[in-house]
């Protein structure tokens, strides 16, 4: 039986298409881009034209302002450790939302435990910044500031422009993590006025083991891990010839097709919102508008998470994620939907779908059956 | 090879878990663990000649809370008391063929409710003190990963 498949945003089959084009970086054209021989220079040319379809994806005014890495933890922890070491002549706070991702808050707590100072700006009830906050924490030596284009769990967007008029009125760089938002909706670094950007190859239908940071020549960084001159020295390592390729084809591929797929899914995002919250006591997180066109996440009273996806999976081989505390290491729910005011207890209910390529308008009343039995099963098994 | 995600018997049991439901005015009720934490596990007993006779249970709880449940009321259900009383938090995940290590809090709660249970049934008929009915889980705010 074929399942339905709704957690693209933790990861995406890689397109045919990008694995047609960057098979012969596995097996051909497998050149070192460092060697000076013809084969190396072959390989150099892919990771420019990579490069190059990077940079237009995001409008970066120029391909050499990207930098490859292995993936986006690893370009958010070079963005945030990197700029904030290098530039701590010039001011130790860093400030963050409270709704970042793990590689992001972890980096930033990292620099706290190195005498930086660290702020966590709350957000409201729908996952938006508070911009007030965020304002009034912001002086000149805030060196970074790091806030997501779109957050994952809620799919709620950040008001990007705003708060970086704010961060450069107020403090120094800002550091967006759009992995979220990639691919999903528009991003211009120019426009939006971002100083380094963090974007994923896989969660563009790329291949997994290639990440990239856009760095604005003004900010001037440190590398994170030391080796070669690679990337400018920035990500030493011999280059993922293959990751990186397939990225740069993604990349292509999602500036010509995101605007049509997104429209596309918007409406069937929409019905399945629609349909779940049909369901007693079933609520929606995250903002009701400003969120990502692919991005529909829930919350149950009376239920668990993880119980949720192990039914859904084993019962209806429909593929769903949670921000419940039972499905990580720690008892912690998930720091966002604890962020936007969740009790304990109803962040544990918490049911995220991201819908992607292969998801279709006939799979809405095949899900919405298969949650609401699900969490009749469960609830029919609680004492609450 | 290290075991990835719940064994075969987890999810047997969190599938199909036995003895769900409550027993009216039962003999025996033991309620522990907290929503807060994100479990909570009820178990109902009916004793008789000093066996347990019916047993029932209610969870609010992640795969591994659902299944320690079902299977700690199969393991307990028509066992005198005393052996009842005996089975251990890792009898119960040795029986589901092992846990996650971050869920064996989970057999805990399985083996608590069971003998919070038996003890509140102990009380009632004088056996035991009131004072001695304390749950045997760890108390507080904080949520356990022991």
């Given amino acids: ?384 | 090879m290290a075991q990835v995600g719940y064994s075969k018997k987890v999810m047997e049991h969190f599938m199909n878990p036995r003895n769900v439901g409550v027993i009216e005015n039962p003999d025996g009720y033991g309620k522990v663990g907290n929503p807060v934490c994100g479990d909570l596990m009820e178990i109902f007993i009916k004793v008789k000649d000093d066996k347990i006779d019916d047993i029932k249970f209610r969870t609010f709880g992640c795969g591994s809370a659902i299944a320690v449940s079902s299977m700690v009321t199969e393991m307990a259900k028509g066992k005198p008391l005393d052996e009842a009383m005996k089975i251990t938090r890792k009898d119960v995940a040795d029986e589901l063929e092992g846990l996650p290590p971050q869920k064996m809090h989970c057999s805990n709660l399985g083996a608590d409710a069971l003998h919070a249970a038996i003890k509140n049934y102990w009380v009632k008929i004088g056996k035991i003190k009131p004072e001695e009915a304390k749950p045997e889980g760890e108390e507080g705010e904080a949520c356990s990963t022991e």
């Fill in chain 1, 1 to 384: 039986m074929c399942g339905i498949y709704l957690d693209y945003q933790s990861a995406m089959p890689v397109d045919t298409r990008v694995l047609e084009f960057a098979e012969r970086y596995l097996t051909k054209e497998f050149g070192n881009p460092s060697a000076l021989h013809s084969v190396g220079l072959a390989a150099k040319s892919a990771v420019e034209e990579a490069r190059r379809k990077v940079a237009e994806l995001i409008n970066a005014p120029d391909p050499s302002n990207i930098i490859f890495t292995g993936s986006a933890t690893e370009a958010n922890n070079l963005a945030i450790r990197g700029t904030a070491q290098r530039n701590a002549a010039k001011g130790k706070k860093v400030l963050a939302s409270a709704i970042e991702h793990i590689s992001v808050i972890n980096a930033m707590k990292d620099l706290q435990k190195g005498g930086f100072q660290l702020t966590l700006v709350p957000v409201d009830s729908a996952g938006i910044i508070d911009l007030a906050v965020l304002e009034n924490q912001l002086s000149k030596d805030t060196t970074v500031t790091s806030v997501m284009y779109a957050n994952s769990e809620i799919g709620t967007i950040e008001p990007i422009k705003e708060i970086s008029q704010m961060v450069h009125d107020k403090g120094m760089f800002l550091q967006v993590d759009a992995v979220a938002a990639q691919g999903r909706i528009p991003i211009d670094v120019q426009k939006d006025g971002i100083d380094l950007l963090t974007i994923s190859s896989n969660d563009m239908y790329g291949p997994q083991g290639a990440g990239a940071l856009y760095v604005n020549p003004k900010v001037k960084l440190q590398p994170t891990l030391l080796g070669g001159g690679q990337e400018k020295g920035l990500r030493p390592s011999t280059e993922n010839l293959f990751a990186i390729a397939g990225m740069g084809e993604a990349a292509r591929l999602a500036k010509l097709e995101m605007d049509q797929e997104s429209d596309r899914l918007r409406p069937i995002r929409d019905s399945l919102i629609k349909e779940i919250l049909k369901i007693d006591e079933a609520y929606l997180t995250g903002h009701t508008t400003i969120r990502l066109p692919h991005h529909a996440s829930f919350r149950f009273s009376r239920i668990e998470g993880e119980s949720i996806l192990l039914t859904m999976d084993a019962m209806f081989n429909i593929q769903v994620s949670t921000g419940s505390a039972c499905s990580s290491r720690t008892l912690e729910p998930s720091h966002v939907l604890l962020a936007i005011g969740l009790k304990h207890e109803q962040a544990h209910g918490s049911m995220v779908t991201t819908l992607g390529k292969y998801n279709n308008q006939g799979e809405i009343s095949v899900i919405a059956k298969a949650v609401s039995q699900t969490v009749q099963r469960l609830r029919a098994l609680s004492p609450l």
